[in-house]
């Protein structure tokens, strides 16, 4: 089975300083790993996605996440904040396709960034 | 190309009453999957349609249900409401079934039951 654990339910960072969102996942099959990003009162967008290509992935908006199986973990990155980076960030687990293909969520992490 | 549509947008509805809400994808995608979204429990799969056929089905009371129509537009159905079920609901196409790689989400539909 899979699952998804993030670790912080709130970040706060200063502008220009360093993000990072921690997740760690959990599956019996190779992953697909994703981050999604959401802004108040919208929808879910695709930050970036692991699909067991290069572990090193990059994303929009200046954001990657680097695969690291040994470490179950898929943790986002971005080098200098910015004030519109403040939202809520969700790394999610995909099962395989024939064992459903959905998405399984964490619990989500809400960044704030400060002047 | 246009992206996914939800409507309405915003809802309000009382205790035991019944809602539908739609979904429209991406041109030429013909998979639709439904998320609910709560603050307690989080983004939680409800049930994705492929070609008219509803094909996976999380683990929520019958009184959600979906279908599909032809041309791929999707509605969700809740009767008999309850408080609990106020939520942000998601929807998100992609071009094959279970392809979580290549879908994308709708801005959602606000649910509020009172």
């Known amino acids: 089975a899979q699952s998804v654990t993030q670790l912080g339910s709130h970040v706060s960072v200063s502008e220009g300083a360093l993000v990072l969102l921690r997740c760690n996942y959990s599956s019996s099959v190779p992953p697909y790993l994703f981050w999604y990003v959401q802004y108040p009162n919208q929808g879910l967008q695709l930050l970036l996605k692991y699909t067991s290509a290069a572990t090193l992935v990059k994303g929009i908006n200046g954001f990657e996440a680097e695969f690291k199986k040994s470490e179950t973990s898929f943790h986002l990155t971005k080098p200098s904040a910015h004030m519109s980076d403040a939202a809520e960030y969700f790394c999610a687990v995909s099962t395989p396709y024939n064992q459903g293909g959905k998405l399984i969520f964490g619990q989500g992490t809400e960044l704030s960034v400060k002047p | ?114």
Not at chain 2, 61 to 66: I, L, T, V
Not at chain 2, 103 to 110: A, C, E, I, L, W
């Open chain 2, 1 to 114: 190309k246009a992206g996914v549509t939800q409507t309405p947008r915003y809802l309000i509805k009382t205790r035991g009453q019944q809602v539908t809400l739609s979904c429209s994808p991406i041109s030429g995608h013909r998979s639709v999957s439904w998320y609910q979204q709560t603050p307690g429990q989080g983004l939680q799969f409800l049930f994705e349609y492929f070609s008219e056929t509803q094909r996976n089905k999380g683990n929520f009371p019958g009184r959600f249900s979906g279908r599909q129509f032809s041309n791929s537009r999707s509605e969700m159905n809740v009767s008999t409401l309850e408080l609990g079920d106020s939520a942000l609901y998601l929807c998100a196409s992609s071009s094959q079934a279970g392809r979580t790689d290549t879908q994308y989400f709708g801005p959602g539909t606000r649910l509020t039951v009172l």
